[in-house]
């Protein structure tokens, strides 16, 4: 089983893709997963391995979703008494379903490496593209006339202002040779962010000419520029900091794509309770449904949703109880 999960593991790292690794660190019985098993979750939440039953899975499914957005480990435990397990450093679930047991689960994500586009062959770029493989970047430099000896530790170049597709966050630094050109090319392929190095003068000037140009106004006005943090940079390698420095910063908070940030916001779904456990459940991905008086319910697990229908009325009770 743990041959199929690294073998698992290490095809999703080939392609790029996102993934979590789990592992129980405790279990109090009676419980069907034991310390020591493990699993791997993909980002669309399914489960290579054995970590736990039916009522187990959706808080691990809903953790791993929440490690693969904010990228960071937690340790979770799903036990029958919430309320009084409540601990730092412990994400705690409730759940009462077939064993009663309680679970303590390691969930550590695995990201692929973000990647970031330099768009300029200037010193700037190149003093960037350097530093960023250091702190967990791939970068793609793009500039006419770019070659290798300009960026030597470049993931990949393109003698074109042409953004790889997997590109995040952008910066351009052609130094006045291509501005208009990349920031087009940066507006087409809908980024995350967008930074410029040029005088705040300089970037006004571009904004206003990227509007005329018929460029969704939010997302020119959303270009960062002057670029970076302000350490009182001056040297190309500095600035090249001061960039990154905030590129970094942007990443862990989780900058969300140009896309989304363009559109209409939308509006999500709030959770749902299972009635009979008392635990979260997405209705857009619930598999157990059922519905009581005009009113859907929904469940973590088929054993929840059986103890419903045999007696709705007991658990719309108690529900009610509680709001």
């Known amino acids: 089983?743990?041959?199929?999960?690294?073998?698992?593991?290490?095809?999703?790292?080939?392609?790029?893709?996102?993934?979590?690794?789990?592992?129980?660190?405790?279990?109090?019985?009676?419980t069907s997963?034991?310390?020591?098993?493990?699993?791997?979750?993909?980002?669309?939440?399914?489960?290579?391995?054995w970590i736990g039953g039916g009522c187990a899975q959706p808080a691990v499914v809903k953790s791993v979703k929440q490690a693969?957005?904010?990228?960071?480990?937690?340790?979770?435990?799903?036990s029958p008494n919430r309320e009084a397990q409540e601990?730092?450093?412990?994400?705690?679930?409730?759940?009462?379903?077939?064993?009663g047991g309680t679970l303590e689960l390691f969930?550590?994500?695995v990201l692929p490496r973000p990647a970031l586009a330099t768009l300029g062959a200037s010193p700037v770029a190149q003093a960037l593209a350097a530093l960023a493989p250091r702190v967990g970047f791939d970068v793609a430099a793009a500039a006419p006339g770019a070659t290798a000896a300009l960026f030597p530790d470049a993931a990949s170049i393109a003698d074109a202002y042409v953004l790889p597709p997997a590109a995040r966050f952008v910066v351009v630094a052609t130094q006045g040779k291509g501005d208009e050109e990349a920031l087009e090319a940066a507006l087409a392929a809908g980024v995350a962010?967008?930074?410029?190095?040029?005088?705040?003068?300089?970037?006004?000037k571009l904004r206003a000419y990227l509007r005329e140009r018929g460029h969704d106004a939010a997302r020119v006005d959303a270009i960062v520029a002057p670029a970076g943090l302000d350490i009182g940079a001056a040297t190309p390698e500095e600035i090249a900091l001061s960039v990154l420095a905030a590129v970094v910063q942007e990443r862990r908070r989780g900058a969300p794509v140009a896309a989304e940030v363009a559109a209409a916001p939308a509006i999500e779904a709030a959770p749902a309770i299972d009635p009979v456990c008392g635990m979260q459940v997405d209705p857009s991905t619930a598999k157990h449904r059922s519905e009581y008086r005009g009113k859907?319910?929904?469940?973590?697990?088929p054993h929840c949703k059986h103890a419903f229908d045999k007696n709705p009325v007991e658990f719309v009770k108690e529900e009610a109880g509680a709001a």
């Open 296 to 301: 859907p319910y929904y469940f973590c697990c």
């Open 193 to 204: 962010r967008i930074w410029l190095v040029a005088s705040r003068r300089k970037a006004d």
């Open 33 to 49: 997963a034991k310390p020591g098993a493990k699993a791997l979750v993909d980002a669309d939440g399914n489960i290579e391995g």
């Open 107 to 109: 969930v550590d994500p």
């Open 68 to 78: 693969l957005a904010d990228g960071r480990p937690r340790l979770i435990r799903i």
């Open 87 to 99: 601990e730092e450093g412990v994400v705690a679930y409730g759940m009462s379903c077939h064993s």
């Open 1 to 30: 089983m743990t041959t199929n999960i690294l073998d698992k593991a290490a095809a999703l790292r080939a392609a790029g893709l996102p993934f979590a690794l789990v592992t129980v660190v405790r279990a109090e019985a009676p």
